[in-house]
């Protein structure tokens, strides 16, 4: 039963304040008290209030303007006499609330039993001491009208204090207790439900409920307060569906009523002899009331069950996007067939031929056509590129000595930037490496730091670095 005290951020000044403050108490009990001595109170704070026998500390929940709509409300006026707030409560105050606190539950467990051995038709459910310990009230309930006036002497005489029995109503002790309901919930009368209606039977009713009281019965043992909260709309919605006196007269049989559906307005009916149900709309119910009222008989409800189901709308679905959204990754999956294989005569289709002199970028190849450095070309992929030192067919092959040709992509120890002019070098014949080499032939190798007449400078280990991917396929060296 707590209240939010949404005006607590305007300040007012304190002669325009309302002198009256909402003091809240044990089991959520709240009383209103005046606030004569102008003291600076807080929502929270504890305060020494009023009492017919007394006093007792309660704790404020509420000032302000919303105090004056709180009386309002329940029908308290100010002109009413109330009873005063005397001041802040002190650390002795509150030691000696707590001891009275610390009282009730061993009182409440005594009185159980001396109700036991005197017989009572009560249930004690809860026990309150005052904080200066000059009274204790005694909450319970009961079905019938109890005499205890054998127990108010047991009581007085064991305890040294005045007795206060106040009865209260199953809804009241479900509220002062708390519990959480079937719906997972707070118990609503002990959050923010303070005016307990009647609920009749019918409530259930009209809402189509199973009279089962098991299901219809709160923690309090009586029906739901929340059956009343959709009553109005059950009965707005019950206007226009008709009502079903009698069965329904067809040739195959008399159709009873099994269900109704209040909101689709569809009605189920079934015969004797079938376990089937058969939905049909409203509005063919009234027409076949109309039949038999006129001596008609319709030939049975299979038809109109196929029309009815026709004539109802397409449920609009709850997750609409959500399957919207399965449906747009679902078709862009593709379907995982079998692969073709990896075969040269595949990757030569789809490769467009190359142009000479035109480069293409590796990203664009397909990685079983990239040629590894440590595997030979073939001839068959790249028909129009210079492979190596091989003579294009066009050009007859000279007798003259190699030179300095291009020998496919071989890396050279010192080539020249892209920008500069490369000069054209005549290299000494070498010999093969597969040929034996003459004991007394000279090799024209250069020292380290020399230069030949091409000017650029030579390696020793020139030699060694043949071309090592050697096409077998042309012609030897002329002599």
Same mark, same amino acid.
């Given at each position: ?377 073939? %001839? $068959?992929? !790249? #028909?129009?590129?210079?492979?190596? /030192? +091989?003579? @294009? *067919?066009?050009?007859? =092959?000279?007798?003259? &000595? ?6 496919? %992509? $071989?890396? !050279? #120890?010192?080539?020249?930037?892209? /920008? +500069?002019? @490369? *000069?054209?070098?005549? =290299?000494?014949?070498? &010999? ?17 730091? +020399? ?29």
């Amino acid at each position: 039963m707590n209240s939010f005290d949404w005006l607590s951020n305007m300040d007012t000044p304190k002669s325009a304040r309302f002198g009256v403050v909402e003091i809240k108490f044990k089991g959520g009990r709240k009383e209103y008290f005046k606030n004569k001595s102008n003291l600076d109170l807080y929502t929270g704070d504890f305060v020494v209030c009023e009492m017919p026998t007394g006093y007792h500390i309660g704790s404020v929940s509420l000032q302000g303007e919303l105090v004056r709509l709180q009386m309002i409300k329940k029908g308290i006026k100010e002109s009413d006499e109330l009873a005063v707030i005397h001041r802040k409560a002190t650390e002795k105050d509150l030691e000696k609330h707590s001891q009275a606190i610390n009282r009730d539950l061993t009182t409440m467990y005594r009185t159980r039993e001396i109700c036991k051995e005197l017989k009572l038709n009560l249930k004690l459910s809860e026990v309150e001491f005052q904080s200066d310990n000059s009274k204790a009230t005694f909450y319970y309930s009961a079905d019938d009208r109890v005499d205890f006036r054998e127990l108010i002497k047991t009581l007085a005489s064991e305890f040294k204090v005045r007795i206060e029995m106040r009865q209260i109503s199953l809804r009241q002790e479900a509220g002062r207790l708390g519990g959480i309901g079937s719906c997972g919930r707070e118990l609503c009368c002990s959050t923010w439900l303070s005016d307990f209606k009647t609920i009749p039977t019918a409530a259930a009713r009209y809402q189509n409920l199973s009279l089962n009281p098991a299901k219809l019965s709160g923690q309090c043992g009586r029906l739901k307060c929340c059956l009343n909260y959709e009553l109005e709309t059950y009965i707005d919605a019950i206007r226009d569906i008709p009502v079903i006196d009698r069965a329904l007269k067809t040739e195959k049989g008399d159709a009873t009523l099994q269900k109704t559906d209040i909101f689709r307005r569809i009605m189920w009916f079934s015969f004797p002899n079938e376990t089937n149900w058969y939905p049909i709309n409203c509005a063919q119910v009234v027409e076949i009331q109309k039949m038999n009222l006129e001596g008609k008989k319709p030939v049975g409800l299979e038809n109109l069950m196929e029309m009815s189901e026709l004539v109802q709308a397409k449920p609009v679905s709850i997750n609409n996007d959500l399957e919207r959204l399965d449906k747009k990754y679902h078709t862009g999956k593709k379907k995982n067939g079998p692969k073709k294989p990896n075969r040269p005569e595949n990757r030569n289709q789809d490769q467009k031929p190359r142009v000479e002199g035109e480069s293409q970028p590796k990203s664009d190849q397909p990685r079983n056509q990239q040629q590894r450095p440590n595997q030979p070309r073939s %001839n $068959e992929s !790249r #028909p129009n590129q210079n492979r190596g /030192n +091989e003579a @294009r *067919p066009n050009q007859p =092959r000279s007798n003259e &000595p190699r030179t300095n040709q291009n020998r496919g %992509n $071989e890396p !050279r #120890p010192n080539q020249p930037k892209p /920008n +500069e002019p @490369r *000069p054209i070098q005549n =290299r000494p014949n070498e &010999p093969r490496i597969n040929e034996p080499r003459p004991a007394n032939a000279e090799t024209p190798q250069a020292n380290a730091g +020399e230069t030949p007449q091409g000017g650029n400078p030579v390696n020793k280990n020139k030699n060694k670095r043949r071309k090592k991917f050697k096409n077998n396929n042309r012609p030897d060296k002329p002599e």
